[in-house]
């Protein structure tokens, strides 16, 4: 069965440094996600992706965050000085369609876990 | 801002009797509902889901139930059974809008 797979599975990284989150969606699918989940808290929702841009992004996509499709098979989120509540679990996903058409059903990967030191 | 809302963190259920899992939610453009099932780290599994022109919909032993309303929806399963045991996370959207989790409630079967 198709999955998202997701790199590295746990980071550690000093507060102040940069942190590539690495992602491969489902082959067939157009549309990838990133969501986060600090320890104890809700699935938040970070940013949408389609096309090769940015669709939506949450109030937590700030100018910290950024996303990119560098070939047809990766989708990376990058944290530029991370900060100790950037700590979290980050998930990739992705779906074959969006809005009307979606029904629903993202595909998750397992997750990469971030600590900030 | 919670526009979706699992007020129960944990549950347990003992084994081959009814898990109910309870959801409610503020926006009432909502139109689309989801349940997603998560093991410790794994990513989060999709479960079931229930359009808002249907009230119920059942996929085996996982029924979802909603009460518009109510602005309320449920997932019931029976009979639990020891591999249910996960954290639940219900879930909204509204057409092209993301999807909107719900914190999750972690669902203990006993034996």
């Known amino acids: 069965e198709p999955e998202v797979t997701q790199t590295p599975s746990h980071q550690v990284t000093q507060m102040g440094q940069e942190v590539i989150l690495r992602c491969v969606p489902i082959?067939?699918?157009?549309?990838f996600y990133w969501y986060r989940q600090i320890l104890g808290q809700k699935v938040e929702f970070l940013v949408s992706?389609?096309?090769?841009?940015?669709?939506?992004k949450s109030e937590i996509f700030d100018d910290q965050f950024s996303v990119e499709r560098p070939d047809g098979s990766n989708f990376t989120l990058k944290i530029r000085s991370t900060k100790l509540e950037d700590s979290a679990m980050y998930f990739c996903a992705s779906s074959e369609a969006y809005g009307e058409q979606n029904t629903g059903e993202l595909f998750f990967g397992e997750g990469s876990r971030l600590t900030v030191l | 801002d919670q526009q979706v809302k699992q007020n129960s963190p944990s549950l347990s259920v003992q084994e081959g009797r009814i898990s109910i899992l309870n959801c409610d939610y503020t926006?009432?453009?909502?139109?689309?509902f989801l349940w997603y099932k998560k093991y410790p780290a794994e990513g989060p599994t999709f479960l079931i889901s229930?359009?808002?022109?249907?009230d119920k919909n059942e996929d085996g032993r996982f029924t979802v139930f909603l009460n518009k309303s109510a602005k309320h929806l449920s997932l019931h399963i029976v009979p639990s059974q020891p591999g249910d045991s996960a954290v639940y996370f219900c879930a909204a959207s509204h057409r092209d809008d993301k999807i909107i989790f719900g914190k999750g409630t972690r669902l203990h079967i006993l034996p």
């Open positions: 229930i359009s808002s022109i249907k």
């Open positions: 926006n009432s453009m909502f139109d689309y």
């Open positions: 082959s067939n699918h157009l549309y």
């Open positions: 992706f389609y096309n090769n841009e940015i669709s939506e």
